[in-house]
């Protein structure tokens, strides 16, 4: 039975749509133009371009988005297989909104679910061999075997995480959160599983920079797990780390990455123009109800479920396209600094609170709101200023 890619489900049918209504159009108003301009006589000629006209707005608003689409497709799938083909820990850096935690997210996900699938493969088919290992006492493959069904043993035990992934923030996936990851997993206090992908949001807040002035086991178990990451837990294992400056990591950790990707952009491409419409619409008849009492009573629950499921819908549809540079290892750059762009599905296939930090904030729930209204144009003599303790 044919099934639909889940993470591009909702821009495949969408388009198909679009496609399948607007081709007989296109063919049917194009068939009207040769057939006027072909064998009617001249007088006729303004119906056939109006045909024409028809034909070419449907080919602009179905036809051409749908091949649009077929592209894209194909680089989202090429996309994909980038992402797979990498091994090792990555700093995902770049200015706020640039897009480094949704695609450091998105890819770990995915190399999640790749390890997953090659965990269950390699479980079973080294399991049929354990008898005749421990008959020939074979240390070497059922040590190897040992450290797969562990990990096997772990993921199965806990269907309530999401398989092979651990992050230092909650990562929602299908229903089920990634395992948390702790300092002491990365100092090798804590085990770790094989076939593992690991994520790390704001890095220099989780491993202070300022470490590299105490060296001690804990550092250099550090940098040794940052080192042999993929030795350590198997081919196609990654951990990516998201931080605005790669600067601020670790030098331990920063000489032994495999790459920084400096975050250019991300932006929305094949989005549903006349969707977008709609809910832009919806959305200035809710501010209009909203300020005006009398009309205030229309915002139902009916009204607001609709209103937030066609948002939902439409923000599944397209593709996100990242622009990265690719700068290497901060210490020994001998990357080509050639920009890449990869694609990701509009619904990303996992889930994150993109406030992940809020209660970090002091004063969050510290009381009431505070704030004066300025008493002219200029900004008085007396405002506060925090300043550096003067020096001698």
């Known amino acids: ?112 679910q790749n390890l997953f699938v090659q965990l269950v493969t390699d479980y079973h088919t080294m399991a049929v061999h354990v008898d005749e290992w421990t008959a020939a006492n074979d240390t070497v493959n059922l040590e ?48 770790l599983p094989a076939y593992t992908a690991v994520f790390i949001d704001e890095l220099s807040f989780f491993i202070d920079k300022w470490l590299f002035n105490t060296r001690n086991d804990d550092t250099d178990s550090l940098a040794v797990l940052f080192r042999f990451f993929r030795h350590f837990f198997g081919n196609g294992c990654r951990l990516i780390a998201t931080e605005q400056d ?15 990707e400096y975050i250019l952009e991300q932006e929305t491409v094949l989005g549903p123009r006349f969707l977008s419409r709609r809910l832009e619409r919806k959305r200035r008849k809710l501010v209009k109800w909203a ?44 990357a080509s600094h050639a920009v890449v762009t990869v694609y990701a599905p509009a619904a990303l296939n996992f889930y994150y609170y993109n406030r992940t930090f809020e209660r970090l904030y002091k004063q969050r729930n510290a009381g009431a709101i505070s704030a004066s209204v300025f008493a002219s144009d200029t900004v008085s003599p007396k405002v506060k200023r925090l300043r550096a303790p003067a020096t001698k």
Request: hydrophobic share 40%.
């Open 1 to 112: 039975m044919f099934r639909l890619n889940p993470d591009i489900r909702n821009t495949t049918l969408h388009y198909a749509k679009l496609f399948t209504v607007g081709l007989p159009m296109s063919l049917g108003a194009i068939a009207g133009t040769v057939t006027v301009f072909v064998c009617l006589p001249w007088y006729y000629w303004p119906i056939g371009l109006s045909f024409c006209l028809v034909a070419v707005l449907v080919v602009w608003y179905s036809v051409a988005p749908f091949i649009a689409y077929l592209y894209y497709r194909v680089k989202y799938y090429e996309s994909t297989a980038k992402i797979l083909s990498q091994s090792g820990c990555s700093v995902y850096q770049g200015a706020l909104g640039a897009g480094k935690s949704s695609l450091g997210g998105y890819s770990i996900v995915t190399i999640a």
């Open 144 to 191: 190897r075997f040992e450290e797969v069904s562990a990990a096997y043993a772990y993921y199965m035990s806990h269907p309530d995480r999401v398989p092979c992934l651990f992050s230092n923030i909650p990562i929602t996936v299908d229903g089920r959160k990634s395992s948390a990851l702790t300092v002491d997993h990365l100092t090798q206090k804590k085990r």
């Open 246 to 260: 790669s600067g601020n990591a670790l030098k331990d950790l920063r000489r032994v990455m495999v790459s920084n």
């Open 291 to 334: 300020l005006r009492p009398k009309k205030h009573k229309r915002i139902t629950r009916a009204f607001v479920d609709k209103y937030k499921a066609l948002e939902r819908y439409v923000k599944s549809i397209g593709f996100r396209r990242y622009r990265y540079v690719s700068i290497g290892n901060t210490e020994h750059d001998f």
